[in-house]
């Protein structure tokens, strides 16, 4: 079955880096775009950064331009999300999805905590 598990969260400072992985499983992960997410505590759960299969076409929300960088290794079925310049308003959980078949697949998500 369709499989995705993240990895990579954890306790930063401001200013601080972290990469984030997403290992996929039970589908051909080279022919599916992907995307990261989020959702801070109390809040709607928001589109961060998505990538075609070929990992050519990035975008980004307008928070995390400049300081986030999505990307893939296909050989590898990994999706990665490295965050620089991190600040405590980039706390929340962090989930991969793929929209499989027509139907949004999520893993269950790794924390991320932005804090002095």
Known sequence: ?????ESGGGLVQPGGSLRLSCAASGFTFSTYAMRWYRQAPGKERE????TTNTGS?????DSV???FTI?????????YLQMNS????DTAVYYCNV???GMYVWGKGTLVTVSS
Request: aromatic letters at 6%.
């Open 86 to 89: 991190l600040k405590p308003e």
């Open 65 to 67: 331009k400049g300081r």
């Open 99 to 101: 929209i499989y078949r």
């Open 71 to 79: 990307s893939r290794d296909n050989a590898k079925n990994t999706l």
């Open 1 to 5: 079955q369709v499989q995705l598990v």
């Open 47 to 50: 589109l961060v950064a998505t």
């Open 57 to 61: 076409i990035p975008n980004y929300a």
